[in-house]
C-alpha cells in the first residue's frame, strides 16, 4: 500500500503545484515561503547544536509543544514545521529567538529527502493526527528516533483506517514510541496497529499549573460562546436570544475561525441583538461583544460568568475546557466532545461541567442558573477545583526524549 501512496504522491505533483499556486493566490500560503513546501529553504543553519525537529499540524497543536521548546531550546537547536500561514504567524511574533519556523514539505519522496538532507535532525518529535506517510517512511530508512506525542485518532478517522488497517499499522511503526491523547484513542490506536503506545496523559494539559483564582472575582460578561464554529453560533444564539433579551445579559462570542465575524455579526442582527467588535469597542454598550483577535481568550473566561464551549453543538469533537475552567467559569457543552471525552466524563462525574445532550434545551438551562445563583457558584468552584489536577506527566516525555538525545 505504501508503494502504491509514493506511486501516487510522484503522479500528482502537477495538480500539487497547481494548487500550492492556487493557495497562493488566494492568500493561503505564503508566497515569499511556497518554495518550503517543495523542501527547499533560504535560512542559513549555523551548524553548533543538534537539531530537535518538532513537527506540529497547526496552532493549537504547537501550543501544546510549550513546555518541550522552554525544556530544550537553550541547549538544542529546535526546528519547527507546521502547515499553515497563522501558525507560522504565531510562531514569529511569539517564539521567533526561541525556534526557526519551516513549512513542512508536501509529502513527495524527492521534496521530504531534501529537506531531511539539510536539516538532518536528531529526533523527530511528531504532534498529533498529522500523518505523512512519505516522511515518515524516509525518516525510518534513515534510522532517526522519532516519538509520535499526543497521537490521537478521532471516532471518524478510525471508521476511515479499518479498512486500511495494514497501511496505518505499517506507517506507526516509525515511531519507536506513541504516546496516546487519551485512554479512547489509546484503545483505538491499538485495535488497529501493533505498537509501543501508551497513555501518559494530554500533552495539551501540560502546562495547567494550580491556580489560586478567586471563584468569587468579579465577571463583567453573563455568558461567552468560545471556539464556535459554522452554524453553531445560530443554533445557540436562536436559543438564547429570549433570555439575553428578557434578562438583559451581556453575551460575549470568540468564534474559533475569525474569518467568520461577518457572518455571526448577520446573525446577531437577524435576531435584533446589537453587537460591538472587540477592536471597536470604545466603551460601547451593546448585548454582544464579539472578540475579533487571537490569544487574548484567558482574559475573557476571567470576565465570563457562564462559558458555553462550541465545536461541541456540531461534529467538531469539543474544546479543551479546562482553559475557562481555571477562571471559575460554569461551563457548559454540548455532547459531541469525543477529542475531549476522558476529561469531560471526568468533569461531568465530579459535577464540574455541564453537558447538554440536545441544544433546545440550553435556554432553558441557562435560565434556571440565572434563577439559581447558588448552583452557578458550586459549578464555578467544582471547575476550579478539576483544573488543578495533574493531567501530563511532564517527566515520563522527556525522559524519553533525552534517551535519544544522549
Not at 505533483?13 to 492568500?27: E, F, G, M, T, V
Not at 517564539?95 to 538532507?117: L, T
Not at 446573525?267 to 460591538?276: F, G, M, P
Request: contains cysteine.
Amino acid at each position: 500500500m505504501l508503494k502504491l501512496y509514493k506511486f501516487l504522491s510522484y503522479i500528482f505533483i502537477p495538480i500539487i503545484l497547481l494548487n500550492l499556486n492556487l493557495r497562493i493566490i488566494k492568500k493561503k500560503e505564503d508566497k515569499k515561503r511556497y518554495k518550503e513546501r517543495l523542501g527547499k529553504t533560504n535560512y542559513k543553519l549555523p551548524i553548533s547544536k543538534k537539531i530537535i525537529w518538532l513537527h506540529a499540524a497547526s496552532i493549537g497543536e504547537f501550543k501544546s509543544s510549550d513546555i518541550i521548546i522552554k525544556k530544550y531550546h537553550k541547549d538544542y537547536q529546535i526546528l519547527v514545521t507546521t502547515t499553515t500561514k497563522t501558525s507560522a504567524e504565531y510562531i514569529e511574533k511569539h517564539y521567533n529567538h526561541k525556534v526557526i519556523h519551516q513549512y513542512i514539505p508536501f509529502d513527495v519522496p524527492i521534496w521530504c529527502i531534501r529537506f531531511i538532507n539539510y536539516w538532518k535532525p536528531s529526533i523527530v518529535l511528531w504532534i498529533e493526527s498529522d500523518i505523512w506517510p512519505n516522511m515518515l517512511k524516509i525518516i525510518k530508512d534513515k534510522k532517526i528516533k522519532s516519538l509520535y506525542i499526543n497521537a490521537r485518532i478521532s471516532p471518524k478517522s478510525f471508521n476511515k483506517w479499518k479498512y486500511l488497517k495494514s497501511f496505518y499499522s505499517e506507517t506507526l511503526k516509525v515511531f519507536f514510541k506513541i504516546f496516546a491523547q487519551s485512554k479512547n484513542d489509546l484503545k483505538r490506536i491499538n485495535a488497529l496497529a501493533t505498537t509501543n503506545a501508551h497513555y501518559i496523559g494530554n500533552l495539551k494539559l501540560s502546562d495547567i499549573q494550580r491556580n489560586l483564582i478567586n471563584s468569587d472575582n468579579k465577571k463583567i460578561f453573563n455568558i461567552m460562546i468560545t471556539s464556535s464554529h459554522e452554524t453553531e453560533e445560530e443554533l445557540i444564539i436562536k436559543n438564547l436570544k429570549d433570555i439575553i433579551i428578557s434578562r438583559k445579559l451581556k453575551l460575549c462570542i470568540a468564534p474559533r475561525h475569525l474569518n467568520r465575524i461577518n457572518v455571526i455579526s448577520k446573525i446577531l442582527e437577524k435576531y435584533n441583538l446589537s453587537y460591538v467588535l472587540e477592536s471597536n469597542k470604545k466603551n460601547a454598550i451593546k448585548d454582544v461583544t464579539i472578540v475579533d483577535s487571537y490569544g487574548n481568550l484567558d482574559s475573557y473566561f476571567n470576565k465570563s460568568e457562564i462559558v458555553i464551549l462550541g465545536g461541541s453543538f456540531v461534529n467538531k469533537g469539543g474544546h479543551n475546557p479546562l482553559e475557562p475552567a481555571k477562571y471559575g467559569c460554569t461551563l457548559i457543552s454540548g455532547n459531541l466532545i469525543y477529542n475531549w471525552q476522558n476529561i469531560y466524563d471526568e468533569m461531568a462525574n465530579e459535577k464540574a461541567c455541564i453537558i447538554i445532550n440536545n441544544v433546545n434545551d440550553l435556554g432553558n438551562r441557562i435560565d434556571k442558573l440565572m434563577i439559581n445563583t447558588n448552583q452557578i457558584q458550586k459549578f464555578r468552584e467544582k471547575a476550579i477545583d478539576f483544573s488543578n489536577k495533574k493531567f501530563f506527566d511532564n517527566e515520563r516525555l522527556f525522559n524519553e526524549i533525552d534517551l535519544v538525545l544522549n
